[in-house]
Structure formats: structure tokens, C-alpha cells
């Protein structure tokens, strides 16, 4: 199974600042379409995880452009080019090219400083 | 709008059962395939199970193999978790999502439902 680790774990950020969260996975997340499978989750406190990034970098419907995913094969970065309040909760990677299983990072958490 | 709607968790003593079930509305489900999730308190997202479009795949985590059955009903739009042999280690919201396979990520979750596992 893919193990993907997260760093860093807790993250303090200075409303407008920018932030920039590591997911590394086991195994190279390349698919031979050039896809990378890999994908980035918000869960706000008290809701429900929320779908950000899918494929390494494809926004979903809705999620603000201050939001962005990068890297390739086995290195990925989520970056909020300035944070805002409402950005608070835990981001999740989580492969998806190999599934099931369906494996996610530990988890970081962003917070207001 | 779709939606995912997760119902019958509750408290359950060590060794007993219970059925989750979950609602969807404003997509064709019996086009994609579905998984459970869950999320122990304080604690990150583990995958529990898998069924396929058909229910002609399941698979499911090595921590409630044996003891957790998936399945689904599309007439009824539904989709269920049979938990049995629970221990206090399966306590932790429960989450339904839709798989998309285009993009191969998991969107939307409902919002879920809380399982107990105490004496």
C-alpha cells in the first residue's frame, strides 16, 4: 500500500501570508497518461472534508485561486498564496492511483496566529 | 444539488451491531461507485470500504475485514455499512462519498454519522 506522509503537522499562519503544506507518497503517484494522482482535501472544524485539488493541480468547482497543488512523482506542495480566516481547519492529501486502498496524509493543521 | 445524507450511527456495547446507511440525491448513483470513511476523535481519515457502480467489486480495510459488510441498492439510492463485532476501536464518525473516476478523487461527503463503541 501507499504510505503518504504530511509536513508540517501544525501550521500558524499570518492572516495574508502565505502558506505551503508537503505531501510525499511511497510510490511514485505518475500515471502513464501523465496524471499525477494525487489529491487535496480541507476539512473546516465541525464540517465534513471538502474536495480542493484533484490530479496534482485541477481546482475544484469553487475553490478560490489562492489556492494551488504542484509537484510530481513522489513530491507535492499545496500553497495558499495569502491565508485567510475562513482557511482554518486540516488539509489532507490523499492518493488516488492505486485504490482501494484509499490512503490519506496525517493531516495538517493551519491555524490563525 | 448532490447529496449525501449518513444516518443510523448511535451507541453500541463492545461485540454488538449496527447498520449505517446513507441517502443520495441529485446525481445517478448506480453510475458510481461509493466508499466509507471514517474519523476517530481528534484523529485524521482512515478508508473503511469500497463498492463498485454493480457491487461487483468490494474491498475493504484490513482493520473491519471479516467483521464489516458494504453494500447498496440502487433502486433505493442507497448506500449501507453492517458493522458487527465492534470493538472501541471503530468509535468515530462515519463518512459516505462518491468516487469520481474521471478525476479519481472523492467529492462530495456527507456530512456524517457517529458511532459509539462503549460499555
Known amino acids: 500500500d501507499i504510505v503518504m506522509t504530511q509536513s508540517p503537522l501544525s501550521l500558524p499562519v499570518t492572516p495574508g501570508e502565505p502558506a505551503s503544506i508537503s505531501c510525499r507518497s511511497s510510490?511514485?503517484?505518475?500515471?502513464?497518461?501523465?496524471?499525477?494522482?494525487l489529491t487535496w482535501y480541507l476539512q473546516k472544524p465541525g464540517q465534513s472534508p471538502q474536495l480542493l485539488i484533484s490530479?496534482?493541480?485541477d481546482r475544484a468547482s469553487g475553490v478560490p485561486d489562492r489556492f494551488s497543488g504542484s509537484g510530481s512523482g513522489t513530491d507535492f506542495t499545496l500553497k495558499i498564496s495569502r491565508v485567510e480566516a475562513e482557511d482554518v481547519g486540516v488539509f489532507y492529501c490523499?492518493?488516488?492511483?492505486?485504490?482501494?486502498?484509499?490512503?490519506f496524509g496525517q493531516g495538517t493543521k493551519l491555524e490563525i496566529k | 444539488e448532490v447529496q449525501l445524507v449518513e444516518s443510523g450511527g448511535g451507541l453500541v456495547k463492545p461485540g454488538g451491531s449496527l447498520r449505517l446507511s446513507c441517502a443520495a440525491s441529485?446525481?445517478?448513483?448506480?453510475?458510481?461507485?461509493m466508499i466509507w470513511v471514517r474519523q476517530a476523535p481528534g484523529k485524521g481519515l482512515e478508508w473503511v470500504s469500497f463498492i463498485s457502480s454493480s457491487s461487483s467489486y468490494i474491498s475493504y480495510a484490513d482493520s473491519v475485514k471479516g467483521r464489516f459488510t458494504i453494500s447498496r441498492d440502487n433502486a433505493k439510492k442507497s448506500l449501507y455499512l453492517q458493522m458487527s463485532s465492534l470493538r472501541a476501536e471503530d468509535t468515530a464518525v462515519y463518512y459516505c462519498a462518491r468516487v469520481d473516476s474521471v478525476l479519481s478523487s472523492i467529492d462530495p461527503w456527507g456530512q456524517g454519522t457517529l458511532v459509539t463503541v462503549s460499555s
Open positions: 490523499m492518493q488516488a492511483l492505486q485504490t482501494p486502498p484509499y490512503s
Open positions: 510510490q511514485s503517484l505518475l500515471h502513464s497518461n501523465g496524471y499525477n494522482y
Open positions: 490530479l496534482g493541480s
Open positions: 441529485g446525481f445517478t448513483f448506480s453510475i458510481y461507485s
